[in-house]
């Protein structure tokens, strides 16, 4: 399964690199635009499954991006920006903006809020039946079969699986799997 791909559009090299390293070591392919030109052009030759969006912007701002965007393509779009009052964001949901994040911004919530929209964009594409070298697992029966014969998992063994099969040629630290597969809120032992 190829990675999902994320356009980042800021206007702040800082910031795009720092959310770029983020995003790629969640598995993510990510490129950058600096402004709302830029964008647009990065659009097209990347064809991005989400785009992350700064409002204030050099030329075009996000607004208007997002606008154009919508005008062409169901892309998921999340905001993130230092401007957060309720006008702005209310301007940004009125434009077609999927979800809103403020900087300064927690990586975990930004990866989270990511994989929300995602899910929330593309449910069916969870739905669908993985198969890998004789395995299949699905994820609406909840059922893994290996040459057709039923394995029998119990649930954090099969969302460890689900894992795995859905982030190939990939290595995660522990640290990784807890959080996306355990969760964030959730005590688990040292041994674990």
Same mark, same amino acid.
């Given at each position: 399964?190829?990675?999902?791909?994320?356009?980042?559009?800021?206007?702040?090299?800082?910031?795009?690199?720092?959310?770029?390293?983020? =995003?790629?070591?969640?598995?993510? @392919?990510?490129?950058?635009?600096?402004?709302?030109?830029?964008?647009?052009?990065?659009?097209?030759?990347?064809?991005?499954? &989400?785009?992350?969006?700064?409002?204030?912007?050099?030329? &075009?701002?996000?607004?208007?991006?997002?606008? @154009? =965007?919508?005008?062409?393509?169901?892309?998921?779009?999340?905001?993130?920006?230092?401007?957060?009052?309720?006008?702005?964001?209310?301007?940004?949901?009125?434009?077609?903006?999927?979800?809103?994040?403020?900087?300064?911004?927690?990586?975990?919530? =930004?990866?989270?809020?990511?994989?929300?929209?995602?899910?929330?964009?593309?449910?069916?594409?969870?739905?669908?039946?993985?198969?890998?070298?004789?395995?299949?697992?699905?994820?609406?029966?909840?059922?893994?079969?290996?040459?057709?014969?039923? =394995?029998?998992?119990?649930?954090?063994?099969?969302?460890?699986?689900?894992?795995?099969?859905?982030?190939?040629?990939?290595?995660?630290?522990? @640290?990784?799997?807890?959080?996306?597969?355990?969760?964030?809120?959730?005590?688990?032992?040292?041994?674990?």
């Amino acid at each position: 399964m190829p990675a999902q791909r994320i356009l980042v559009v800021d206007d702040e090299p800082d910031i795009r690199q720092l959310v770029g390293e983020i =995003l790629e070591d969640e598995g993510y @392919e990510v490129s950058g635009a600096a402004d709302g030109e830029t964008a647009r052009g990065a659009y097209t030759s990347f064809q991005p499954d &989400l785009v992350l969006l700064d409002v204030m912007l050099p030329g &075009l701002d996000g607004i208007q991006v997002c606008r @154009e =965007l919508r005008a062409i393509t169901k892309v998921p779009i999340i905001m993130l920006t230092a401007r957060a009052d309720e006008e702005d964001k209310v301007k940004g949901f009125d434009a077609g903006v999927d979800d809103y994040v403020t900087k300064p911004f927690s990586p975990k919530e =930004l990866i989270a809020r990511i994989k929300a929209v995602i899910r929330r964009v593309s449910p069916t594409a969870l739905e669908e039946a993985i198969e890998f070298h004789g395995m299949k697992l699905d994820p609406v029966a909840h059922r893994v079969s290996i040459n057709n014969s039923d =394995l029998d998992l119990g649930p954090t063994e099969f969302r460890l699986l689900h894992f795995f099969m859905t982030h190939t040629e990939r290595v995660y630290s522990r @640290e990784q799997l807890l959080d996306n597969v355990w969760g964030t809120n959730v005590y688990v032992e040292d041994r674990t």
